[in-house]
């Protein structure tokens, strides 16, 4: 190319750039901002992205999208539904449950969502709307909690901040490549994990049942109020990251599922008693070893609960609830039947709890001037 033409098309560039509200040659950033807009343009984010970006505010956005929808076609819910074989107001309401927002009438779906919509069609005449909905529900809290931390691990490991425009687009490039890689991983991890939910949810049924015996567990850190006071915003985040690590190793090690974490609680469940009292007591004592945090307290209880959206609601999800509240630091209580299941602990009497009728046997698993270490009876 000619200089002169050169030349000419970077006028041309520059133009476009205002006419998009992107630029302001007047700015005192108005060199880095160009700069950043260039490099974005020459590695393939269009004008239209990074206005769509700038529009949301956050002028990167454009890139990120690029990078995951490429030059795709953008289409209206009417013409997604369509082509998906849905009539507009239920993929409206499917959407809804996904977590996703309503688009209107703009044309805000990516086409790549009409075979996301004719499998979910599919499923919706197999199995009926409120079924895939409980799916779809489970589904989008899952992307929603993914997307949200790809993004926070993007923002906490960039290392230019907001110093110069321009390397925090050559930054973000990489960030977005990563991020794209990310679905892939939750693919294999998801087909992963599904052998070890049907030994959860089907190994020990002989039919359906609306009912399932599990032992439900809570680890509740102690005084969490006066942790965030001592540490602030960042030591805070440090701490529940390494709560939210520890409470995942403690379930994977043990064979428990770590069903979600709470603020600061977690909470476990498996058929297999001891594989929850393990997991519960390896958690506490790790919270105890734990630099920043204060300490934490573990609770238990087994009987009905129903697997539902990924999550666990019933008596025995209550009632460990409420038993891990009557707990002091270092303490793993639990119920008799739980007690009875692991090998025994110390009844410490009889307790009435909210939301029972009856009085119920607490069993203090583990004191905390126990040794370190020591394993759940068993």
């Known amino acids: 190319m000619e200089p002169s033409e050169q030349a000419e098309g970077e006028q041309r560039d520059v133009q476009a750039f205002e006419e998009a509200g992107l630029y302001d040659p007047t700015s005192p950033t108005a060199a880095d901002r160009l700069a950043a807009l260039r490099y974005m343009v020459d590695h393939g984010t269009s004008i239209a992205y990074l206005k769509i970006g700038n529009d949301r505010g956050r002028l990167f956005a454009g890139q990120t999208m690029s990078v995951l929808w490429g030059d795709t076609e953008w289409l209206t819910l009417g013409e997604v539904a369509e082509r998906a074989g849905l009539d507009a107001d239920t993929l409206r309401r499917l959407r809804n449950a996904s977590g996703l927002p309503d688009p209107g009438d703009d044309r805000a779906c990516p086409a790549v ?11 919706v005449s197999l199995v009926g709307e409120p079924s895939i909905s409980s799916l779809l529900r489970s589904l989008g809290a899952a992307a929603i909690t993914s997307a949200e931390a790809a993004v926070a691990v993007a923002r906490d490991g960039n290392p230019l901040s907001w110093r110069s425009e ?5 930054w973000a490039l990489e960030g977005a490549r990563l991020i794209e890689q990310i679905p892939r991983g939750l693919d294999v991890l998801f087909r992963l994990h599904v052998p070890f939910a049907g030994d959860r949810i089907l190994r020990y049924a002989d039919a ?75 958690l506490v004592a790790a919270v105890e070893d ?26 025995a999800v209550n009632l460990a609830a409420r038993i891990t509240s009557e707990g002091g630091f270092g303490e793993v209580l639990s119920d008799a039947a739980t007690a009875a299941a692991i090998g025994g602990g110390e009844e410490i009497g009889a307790r009435s709890l909210r939301g029972f009728a009856d009085a119920r046997t607490i069993v203090r698993i583990r004191r905390p001037e126990d040794d370190r270490g020591q394993p759940v009876p068993g």
């Open 113 to 123: 969502e009409i075979e996301l919509w004719q499998a979910v069609a599919a499923g």
């Open 166 to 170: 321009l390397g925090y687009a050559e």
């Open 208 to 282: 359906p049942e609306e009912f399932m015996a599990f032992t439900v567990g809570f680890v509740d850190l102690v005084d969490s109020t006066s942790v965030i006071e001592r540490l602030g915003s960042q030591g805070l985040v440090r701490a529940m990251t390494d709560f939210a690590r520890l409470a995942t190793t403690a379930a994977a090690s043990s064979g428990a599922r770590l069903v979600k974490l709470i603020g600061d609680e977690a909470m476990f469940a498996h058929r297999d008693p001891v594989c929850v009292a393990t997991t519960v007591a390896e």
């Open 290 to 315: 734990h630099p920043l945090l204060r300490g934490a307290r573990g609770g238990m209880a087994t009987g009905a609960v129903v697997p539902a959206h990924g999550d666990y609601f019933g008596p």
